[in-house]
Each structure stands twice: as structure tokens, then as C-alpha cells.
Nanobody
């Protein structure tokens, strides 16, 4: 099982980026994004129920970030708009165990993790 995150980069405040998380080896019902800013704890960003499409977002990104998924490509996307300097962090995609369908915001509920992709938002 592999989760491959990509799409990070440097962008000016107010700009947009789209992160991707390509999954190989298995399908998952619930996937999410977390981030860790320099000197801070890892925090929840968003999660999606793969089959039903229901989503949950952290208050800090609600209305600016949008999750989506592509069944054919087995890939999850995070569209990030109106980026702020405080969004600067390493972003990680994660997946809950097989057959688990409940959306969760605590990182301990996620068993599979991809490598991070760095997002830097300049002011």
C-alpha cells in the first residue's frame, strides 16, 4: 500500500494550489489531509468518505479548501484557494483502515500515511 502526495510548492498569499494523493495497492473508504507547520503540532485539515463523498473540514480552511476524489485514478485531491501565510506547512495525506467509513479528525485514527509535500505561502 502506498500513498503518494504531490503538488506542493511556493505560492503568494491569495493564490491557489492543488495537492494530489495517489493511492496504490488498496482502496480506502476514508482519507484525509493533515499538516504540520514549523514548530507546531500536526493538525487536521480535511477528510472525505470515498464512497459517499461526505467531507469535513477544519474551521481554519472551511470555505477555502475543497476535497475531491477520482475513482478511476484512485486519487484524492485538495484544492486550496485564497491561501494564507499561516497555511504554510508540510501536508500529509492519510487513510483509515479498510472498511472503516466514519470521518475522524484525530490523526491516531489513520493507519496509512504518505510522505509530506511542502506548501509555502509567501506574504
Amino acid at each position: 500500500v502506498q500513498l503518494q502526495a504531490s503538488g506542493g510548492g511556493l505560492v503568494q498569499a491569495g493564490g491557489s494550489l492543488r495537492l494530489s494523493c495517489a493511492v496504490s495497492g488498496r482502496t480506502f473508504d476514508v482519507m484525509g489531509w493533515f499538516r504540520r507547520a514549523p514548530g507546531k503540532e500536526r493538525e487536521f485539515v480535511a477528510a472525505i468518505n470515498w464512497a459517499g463523498g461526505s467531507t469535513v473540514y477544519a474551521d481554519s480552511v472551511e470555505g477555502r479548501f475543497t476535497l475531491s476524489r477520482d475513482y478511476a485514478e484512485n486519487t484524492m485531491y485538495l484544492q486550496m484557494n485564497s491561501l494564507k501565510p499561516e497555511d504554510t506547512a508540510v501536508y500529509y495525506c492519510a487513510a483509515r483502515g479498510r472498511g472503516i467509513t466514519v470521518l475522524r479528525q484525530d490523526s491516531y485514527a489513520y493507519a496509512y500515511w504518505g510522505q509530506g509535500t511542502l506548501v509555502t505561502v509567501s506574504s
